[in-house]
């Protein structure tokens, strides 16, 4: 199984469209791993992880084959993972020769209303509740309540195959539903990535987003009932400008955590 973290920032990205405070023009002067585009990832060459509308320049930066992708997981409406105009691409004059004769997109209901209307014959949308479990193309996905834009039923995602993600963007800590959830299911993950948008600005149990001081409380509870362990390849990611998530600066704060921070184009095989 194998992960690619296509952008790793938050909705403004790293350096902030329109913003000159010092940790942008910093990450400008630096370039490389500082340069971080808006949320997405790719699961082995055919599930895709939200839709910005970075999405293009993914693509071209990563050598993806965007016809090839069969599945598209939407964790909620906002913009930076919700772009619908891209799907509008996927028929017609603009695309050609399709080796994925569909696309099967999969979100929670603010997505699904927001989607709805696009015009494109080979979409085929797929309305998911929470704690349901979904198969298709050899995978298992269970999404799960996040904490995040209320009446949206924005989700996060427990992806299973021959190993087991936990991919859980954007949400603040989780709901206790959702810990017992995993407790009673079983999980084992061999991978997760956790939202750290604030990274030290407090963020609180009941912020939309988490940091640091969060994502080891979760886990710390993850790991008391066995779903996280010694083995289990952990990732901070999501940040916004706000944080100064400069890679030098992540990489020394998270050393001694038995974390590693994202950053665009990294790829992981489990």
């Known amino acids: 199984m194998k992960l690619t973290f296509l952008g790793t920032a938050a909705a403004e990205g790293f350096p902030a469209v329109f913003c000159n405070c010092n940790f942008c023009k910093e990450a400008r002067r630096l370039k490389g791993k500082n340069i971080r585009t808006r949320s997405q990832a790719i699961i082995n060459d055919d599930l895709l992880i939200d839709l910005p509308a970075d999405t293009y320049h993914h693509f071209l930066a990563n050598d993806i084959e965007g016809d090839k992708i069969k599945f598209l997981l939407i964790t909620h409406s906002h913009s930076d993972h919700c772009y619908c105009d891209e799907l509008n691409m996927r028929c017609g004059a603009f695309a050609h020769n399709l080796r994925a004769e569909n696309l099967e997109v999969f979100c929670g209901e603010g997505a699904f209303k927001k989607l709805k209307d696009i015009d494109?014959?080979?979409?085929?949308?797929?309305?998911?509740?929470?704690?349901?479990?979904?198969?298709?193309?050899?995978?298992?996905?269970?999404?799960?309540?996040?904490?995040?834009?209320?009446?949206?039923?924005?989700?996060?995602?427990?992806?299973?195959?021959?190993?087991?993600?936990?991919?859980?963007?954007?949400?603040?800590?989780?709901?206790?539903?959702?810990?017992?959830?995993?407790?009673?299911?079983?999980?084992?993950?061999?991978?997760?990535?956790?939202?750290?948008?604030?990274?030290?600005?407090?963020?609180?149990?009941?912020?939309?987003?988490?940091?640091?001081?969060?994502?080891?409380?979760?886990?710390?509870?993850?790991?008391?009932?066995?779903?996280?362990?010694?083995?289990?390849?952990?990732?901070?990611?999501?940040?916004?400008?706000?944080?100064?998530?400069?890679?030098?600066?992540?990489?020394?704060?998270?050393?001694?955590?038995?974390?590693?921070?994202?950053?665009d184009g990294r790829t992981v095989e489990i």
């Open 120 to 263: 494109a014959p080979n979409i085929r949308l797929n309305l998911l509740k929470a704690f349901e479990t979904v198969k298709f193309g050899g995978y298992e996905v269970t999404p799960l309540p996040a904490k995040h834009y209320d009446g949206d039923n924005a989700l996060f995602y427990i992806i299973k195959s021959d190993k087991t993600i936990l991919y859980a963007h954007d949400t603040g800590y989780f709901y206790d539903e959702v810990f017992e959830f995993i407790k009673e299911k079983g999980f084992k993950f061999d991978l997760i990535s956790m939202d750290c948008t604030n990274v030290d600005i407090p963020a609180g149990r009941d912020g939309t987003h988490m940091d640091i001081e969060h994502i080891l409380l979760a886990t710390k509870r993850m790991e008391e009932f066995g779903a996280v362990n010694e083995n289990t390849i952990k990732f901070i990611n999501h940040f916004s400008h706000n944080a100064n998530p400069l890679q030098h600066i992540l990489e020394n704060r998270v050393c001694d955590l038995n974390f590693e921070v994202a950053f």
